[in-house]
């Protein structure tokens, strides 16, 4: 006999949009110790490496801001497809596009000098991006073809584009042989905010995305748009939306998101491509994504958050010898708990005497 | 009260049964019978009551006032299970069945008692046999057809020998061939003793299938009679109701000729989904300061035709629909607002408006394109929250404020706002679908008046709408809508019950006789029936 019972709030409660995600970090925490512990790893300190430390150490927090920034600016582009249930599963396929499309930029030039440079690598990124993003829509639009499926697909395409790059025609002639292409130069590096700063051009760049899409979704007719659709699509069709362009629009965005997030992170702390340069933030940002509310400001709270669980995960790695899998299992746990307490916005617990009593008044 | 005299010959006696919800009377004095091995059509349009009196025979349902007895006993029938161990069986138009679970699996859970899975199979078996309905009784229900799923219901059904079979509009969702299955599967249960009452507004099925037909409007029994000698026409005139002429009609003070502003010619639509029906050759033609109505009972194609007008779905060809002589046929729902037309569909939630945004957002829906809402772009607030709290003014909206979301308003509430949004952006051309479905009568009043008033300020109105009353009430001239055909539209001053009946019944297929019931020459005969 349960003693406890979901019983439906009349209106989604507001307070439990703030707290379940507060809640989902709790939980996950909670459970965090406990699956460490049962494994025979110490649980308590392995929760205080990968939460706490990164957070107790200032010298960590630039490192923070680096692993938070590409985080923050795909996850804006997924939450914008999500808003209007785009579902946009590959923002990793698009980040590495863009990152392969800036990179082409920089190998063309890389004997050359000059500012303009780097704003055609971004822009050659951010096109890279919305082309790897175009594929899904097209075939949404055009064959009914779900863009969950083929947008989490052409990630592996990607992915095995770049090996074929960094081992293949784009190998570093200078390299000794190894899988990654020619270190950029000076001019195709982002500079650091201040000298000698980990913290590179894409931080600001990630607060300024973030900015003007909390405007763009607020205040303006596209971002009514893609909430009208999300919400009542048949409403949208009334008042003159098409769906179509809906589904262009938010994919061609958060590919174009996703994309130069790859290249400044290409262009940023990896100077280069690699074989490690897929590292998984197009799937943790989605996390980010839906851990933020889908708000912009949440999302830049939800990048530091999980930026947090990156930087712990690699610290707890080399002082308890917790294994690499670990950061992603406690990201995971963090989205199951995310969806999990998200039942509370619209239902409330109820111990079923008092439900009985209630029913019976 | 007069005594009932006690039938006891007949299967099913019900006596003045009423029941009341708030704000309506479902059912009044509603007295039927039906004998043993009788396939009994209850007749009526939507909204007659058809549902809550069978809910009442199920059990679903206690009755406010009235008797039911049955086999001449009198009963109380306080739970499906009580009318189940009586021998009544219903099977409902949406189906109860679990997508996953085998035909087998899905009998077994809806068996009132715990039963050997393989007696079950063997029962099944047999019955399935006797009235030759093919079913695959391992197959999972999500790979069967509508109609074999019906079969599953029917099978649940027939497990406890009914002596009573309820079916509501089970032909709506058939393929002809199924429907012809399904008549001969009843015939034969009838045949058998099993008395059958048939729910359903399809006239040629009834006069196909049934031997005997009451018929409700607004609660009541209007007439008993035997559909195999009762022609179409007339139980389409019982329907609707006789006491059409009685209606206060409209003030025939504006003037009559204006310019052509709406007109759609030989507008044809494929069906959209898998129970969206067709539009067939659709033509007609509103001038400015005319209101036309579109009778007809729901799922006649309503829902398509107001789509296809709004802009929702695009007509095949631009000629299709013209407004102001302007083709637009191929144009959207916000190009064809910017030039003048306004729609409202009769769905109001996640439709007409969006239930969880304020009715601020709402306004920006559809008032956008024509009262500059948008300013290179970006959404106006301010202006938007003044024109919502216009119409919460004028149309007395009951609402906290242009801030309210559109989910806390009542159903009727909300239906003020919505047509108030429409009727204040003065379109030149308004097709409203339901446009007083759920409000009260003051409200459908003023709403009348703002239509009656927006005609006369030059505008072309369509209300499309099942409500004939409400068409006779406001229309100039008045079209019927049926299986995807409209017929010509009459001066509402020649539409009598008759010639309505008329129109329905020649849209049905039956032929119509010149000289039927004396009909006056000056009654136009359906178009389709001469086609």
């Known amino acids: 006999m349960p003693l406890l019972r979901l019983e439906r709030r009349r209106e989604p409660s507001r307070a439990m949009q703030y707290a379940t995600p507060l809640l989902a970090v709790a939980l996950t925490v909670m459970a965090g110790t406990v699956v460490f512990g049962l494994m025979g790893y110490d649980g308590l300190g392995a929760v205080r490496q990968i939460f706490v430390a990164p957070l107790a150490d200032p010298q960590r927090w630039p490192e923070l801001l680096v692993k938070a920034s590409p985080l923050v600016l ?61 594929i899904p829509a097209f075939l949404r639009t055009r064959f009914g073809v779900s863009e969950i499926l083929t947008s989490l697909m052409l990630t592996y395409v990607a992915v095995q584009g770049l090996f074929f790059l960094v081992r293949g025609p784009w190998r570093d002639p ?96 990896f100077g280069q491509l690699t074989p490690q340069f897929p590292a998984g933030y197009g799937y943790t940002a989605i996390v980010v994504a839906f851990l933020g509310r889908l708000h912009p400001v949440g999302i830049l709270l939800a990048g530091l958050v999980l930026a947090v669980t990156y930087v712990g995960g690699e610290l707890a790695q080399t002082a308890i010898g917790l294994p690499q899998a670990a950061t992603g299992m406690f990201q995971a746990m963090l989205l199951f708990f995310l969806l999990a307490t998200d039942v509370l916005i619209r239902f409330r617990i109820v111990p079923v005497r008092v439900a009985r009593a209630r029913a019976a008044a | 009260m007069n005594p009932v005299p006690v039938l006891h010959a007949a299967r099913l006696q019900l006596s003045e049964i009423s029941k009341s919800f708030p704000g309506v009377r479902a059912n009044e004095d509603v007295s039927l019978v039906v004998a043993p091995g009788e396939i009994h059509a209850l007749l009526g ?36 299970k009580t009318a189940r161990a009586l021998g009544i069986g219903m099977v409902f138009q949406q189906f109860s069945l679990f997508d996953a679970l085998s035909v087998i699996e899905n009998i077994a859970v809806g068996l009132d008692g715990a039963m050997d899975r393989k007696a079950l199979a063997g029962r099944v078996d047999a019955i399935l046999r006797a009235y030759s309905l093919p079913l695959d009784l391992d197959r999972a229900v999500h790979t069967l057809s509508v109609g074999e799923r019906q079969r599953i219901e029917i099978v649940r059904c027939l497990l406890v020998r009914p002596k009573l079979l309820i079916m509501d509009e089970p032909t709506s969702v058939l393929t002809p061939q199924e429907v012809e299955r399904l008549f001969a599967m009843l015939r034969q249960l009838a045949a058998e003793g099993c008395s059958i009452l048939y729910i359903s507004h399809k006239l040629g099925e009834i006069k196909a299938l049934c031997s005997a037909a009451t018929i409700l409007r607004a609660g009541k029994v209007v007439a008993a009679c035997d559909p195999r000698v009762e022609s179409t026409r007339r139980m389409a005139e019982l329907m609707i109701g006789a006491e059409l002429n009685a209606v206060e009609r409209r003030d025939e003070g504006r003037p009559a000729g204006g310019a052509v502003r709406l007109a759609v010619r ?3 639509l494929p069906p959209v989904g898998p129970f969206s029906v067709p539009l067939r050759d659709i033509g007609f033609e509103v001038r400015a300061g005319e209101i ?12 398509e035709l107001l789509l296809a007008l709004s802009g929702e779905v695009a007509a095949p060809g631009p000629e299709m629909i013209t407004l102001d002589g302007r083709p637009i ?86 239906q003020k706002y919505i047509m108030g949004r429409e009727i204040m952006q003065a379109p030149g051309v308004l097709v409203v679908a339901q446009p007083t479905w759920g409000v009260d009568a003051g409200a459908a009043a003023a709403i009348h008046r703002a239509l009656l008033d927006l005609a006369a300020s030059g505008s072309a109105i369509v209300v499309i709408s099942q409500d004939l009353d409400e068409l006779l009430a406001v229309s100039d001239r008045l079209a019927v809508l049926n299986e995807g055909r409209l017929s010509r539209a009459i001066p509402t001053a020649t539409a009598t019950a008759h010639a309505l009946g008329l129109l329905m019944g020649g849209v049905h297929g039956e032929p119509v006789p010149s000289h039927a019931h004396g009909t006056p020459a000056r009654v136009p005969e359906p178009a389709h029936a001469v086609a």
Not at chain 1, 235 to 249: N, Q, Y
Not at chain 2, 348 to 361: C, V, W, Y
């Open chain 2, 292 to 303: 036309v109505g579109i009778a007809g009972v729901a799922g006649n194609g309503q829902s």
């Open chain 1, 174 to 269: 200078d390299g000794f042989n190894f899988p990654q292409t020619r270190m950029f130069n000076a001019a195709q590096t982002l500079p650091a905010v201040s000298e000698g700063s980990l913290v590179h051009l894409g931080i600001p760049i990630a607060v300024l995305v973030a900015c003007l899409a909390w405007i763009v979704l607020e205040r303006t007719i596209a971002g009514y748009e893609v909430k009208v659709v999300g919400l009542a699509p048949a409403a949208a069709r009334h008042g003159g939306f098409s769906e179509r362009r809906t589904i262009w629009l938010t994919l061609l965005a958060g590919g174009g998101l996703a994309g130069l997030a790859g290249i400044l992170e290409a262009a940023g702390p």
């Open chain 2, 329 to 414: 046929g191929r144009a959207r729902a916000g190009a064809r607002r910017r030039r003048g037309l306004c729609a409202v569909p009769e769905e109001r939630n996640g439709h007409a408006a969006i239930p969880d945004l304020s009715l601020t957002d709402n306004a920006m829906l559809t008032a956008r394109h024509r009262l500059a809402l948008t300013l290179a772009g970006f959404l106006r607030f301010a202006t938007a929250r003044g024109y919502a709290g216009r119409v919460i003014a004028r149309f007395g909206v009951k609402a906290t404020g242009p801030g309210a979301l559109a989910r806390s308003l009542s159903g009727g509430n909300l």
């Open chain 2, 266 to 268: 030989g507008l044809s």
């Open chain 1, 74 to 134: 795909i996850a804006i582009g997924l939450s914008i497809g999500f808003r209007a249930n785009v579902w946009n599963i590959g923002g990793e396929g698009q980040y590495l596009a863009g990152a392969v499309a800036g990179t082409a930029v920089a190998l063309a030039t890389w004997t050359r000098e000059g500012a303009w440079i780097l704003p055609v690598m971004g822009l050659a990124g951010i096109l890279g991006g919305m082309a790897w993003a175009a």
């Open chain 2, 45 to 80: 349009e939507n909204g007659a009551g058809k549902s809550t009196l069978v809910k009442i025979i199920y059990g679903l349902q206690a009755p406010d006032a009235g008797e039911i007895r049955f086999d001449g006993q009198l009963v109380t029938i306080s739970s499906p």
